[in-house]
């Protein structure tokens, strides 16, 4: 997923003296509605009804993913990017004290193809797969839960699942057990219902998909930039991002020393629900112990303009046909590290490159041993071109970066900096902000 601005994006449209509009989804005019009702969006608003609106969400009917779909991520592209995560955690959990009870929790898990690999892998060392009781995967789309399912508990139908109706009280509930290990696989909405035990935590390309709000520095003040509805005849889309004429209440967010160096006509995006759902994470561990890995793309510090539409495999207008591409923003880093450090006294690593943490835990190593005992040649450039594109500062290497974060063992017992976070490694400090 390629970094594009909103500029970029408008200077792509296509202006004529007379256009006529793309086709309307059901989505879109429900977004149309809200707009005649109660004003232009927020892009948080816009973004998240995108994605996850159970009308005709971008997640909530379909698999995206892959060659078939509309973008491709690092376990799709190779089985080694599990191989390598699995052994990271392995090394956590010996670092970590060796806890006698694990789970893993895992936001946003796409097919299930990095939890299908990461367990194969963690399974193979039975001191510590004995202590594997549960699986927690959160997420929203019904579609997607059901490709994990299949891809986690192999030759399952839906029938074989059990569902706890949720009430007032109690969440609901989706779980299966794998015949093959006896470890159970749970679906929840949200971290709050996850059972409280020392937890590997999972977020890859997760953050960038939560909803981001964008604002403007202006002459005297800080605008946010909205969604509104585009009724000219001089565009063929339906919606068109515009300049709040007056200061939002959001903008509150923005009275921090970390956004008083911004010049006129500077952007940049701020992302709450990242915030919350970090700040959340991070009490959990704290209260329970375990350690987690971040990955994505984006930088350690405040960026511009990333918002970008992506379908099949291509750079799209972001406010064209809303929920048929996949909306998404990059991530600053810096940012989650704040929310875990303000409330919780969980350390965090890095970030480092993808680059950097794949090559520390061995990628050269497993490529020979892939390559070795490959049965055919369409099979050993497989290998090596999807290794490649891992690593390559060109491709994922560069832009996908790893944050690490962990609930240390006592001031008495000696530390020791997590495999690929040694100090030499690390872009920024692992001092509180």
Same mark, same amino acid.
């Given at each position: ?7 970029s994006?408008a200077?792509?449209r296509?202006? +004529?003296?007379?256009?006529q509009? /793309? ?6 005019k ?6 005649? %009702?109660?004003?232009?969006?927020? %892009? ?9 609106n ?10 995206v !993913? ?7 991520t690092?376990?799709?592209?190779s089985?080694i990017?599990?191989?390598?995560c ?13 806890? =006698? ?5 895992e936001?946003?898990?796409? $097919?299930?193809t ?6 194969? +892998?963690?399974?193979?060392f039975k001191?510590f797969?004995e202590t ?5 995967l ?14 986690l508990?192999?030759?399952s ?5 059990v $569902? ?5 009280d109690?969440a609901?509930? /989706?779980?299966?057990?794998r015949e093959?290990?006896g470890?159970k696989?749970?679906?929840?909405d949200g971290i709050?219902?996850?059972?409280d ?9 997760f953050f960038?998909a939560?909803p ?12 946010e930039?909205l ?8 565009s063929?889309?339906h919606f068109?991002p515009?300049?709040?004429?007056k ?11 970390r956004y008083?160096d ?6 940049f ?31 350690? $510090? ?5 918002l970008r ?5 291509q750079?799209v207008?972001?406010w064209?046909?809303?929920?048929s591409?996949d909306?998404?923003a990059d991530?600053d ?10 409330g =919780?006294? %969980?350390t ?7 680059? =950097? ?6 990628i ?9 005992s490959?049965? =055919?040649?369409e099979?050993?450039k497989?290998?090596l ?6 690593v ?10 790893v944050?690490? !974060? ?5 001031d ?9 976070f %040694?100090a030499?490694?690390?872009m920024?400090s692992?001092?509180?902000i």
């Open positions: 997923m390629l970094r594009t601005s909103l500029l994006h200077i792509k296509h202006y +004529t003296t007379s256009c509009k /793309e086709p309307l989804s059901p989505l879109g429900h977004l149309l509605d809200s707009i005649k %009702v109660t004003g232009p969006l927020s %892009v948080s608003h816009f973004m998240r009804q995108v994605l996850v159970p009308l005709s969400g971008y997640y909530m009917k379909r698999d !993913f892959g060659k078939q779909g509309d973008f491709i690092s376990p799709e592209i089985q990017f599990g191989e390598l699995a052994v990271w955690y392995l090394s956590e959990w010996m670092r970590l004290g060796r806890p =006698s009870k694990t789970q893993i929790v936001f946003g898990p796409g $097919r299930g990095l939890m299908s690999d990461m367990l194969r +892998t963690l399974s193979q001191y797969y594997l009781t549960d699986v927690h959160i997420e929203a789309s019904p579609e997607l839960r059901r490709v994990q399912r299949e891809r508990v192999k030759g139908t839906d029938e074989d699942v $569902r706890v109706k949720g009430t007032k109690r609901p509930l /989706e779980t299966i057990r093959e290990d470890v696989v749970s679906w929840h709050e219902v996850i059972p035990q020392w937890s590997f935590m999972m977020m890859h390309e960038d939560l981001v709000h964008l604002f403007e520095k202006t002459d005297s003040e800080w605008r930039v969604v509104d509805m585009d009724d000219s005849n001089e063929e889309y068109r515009i300049l709040s004429p200061t939002t209440g959001i903008t509150k967010l923005l009275d921090n020393k008083a911004f010049k006129v006509g500077d952007r995006e701020v992302s709450p629900d990242s915030w919350g759902v970090m700040s959340k994470i991070a009490n959990y561990v704290e209260r329970n112990g375990g350690t987690g890995l971040v990955i994505d793309y984006g930088q350690d $510090r405040i960026q511009g303009d990333t539409a992506i379908k099949n495999h750079i207008y972001p064209s046909d809303p929920g591409a909306l998404s991530v880093f810096s940012f989650l590290k704040e929310a875990i450090h303000t =919780s006294d %969980v965090t690593y890095g970030p480092i490159t993808q680059q =950097s943490f794949l090559q520390s835990l061995g050269a190593k497993r490529v020979e041993s892939l390559f070795k490959a049965k =055919s040649a099979t050993r497989s290998i071109d999807g290794a490649e594109r891992l390559d500062p060109n491709q994922m290497g560069k832009i996908y970066k944050l690490a !974060f962990a609930k240390e063992l006592p008495t017992v000696k530390k020791e900096e997590p495999i690929g %040694v030499d490694n690390i920024t692992k001092a509180k």
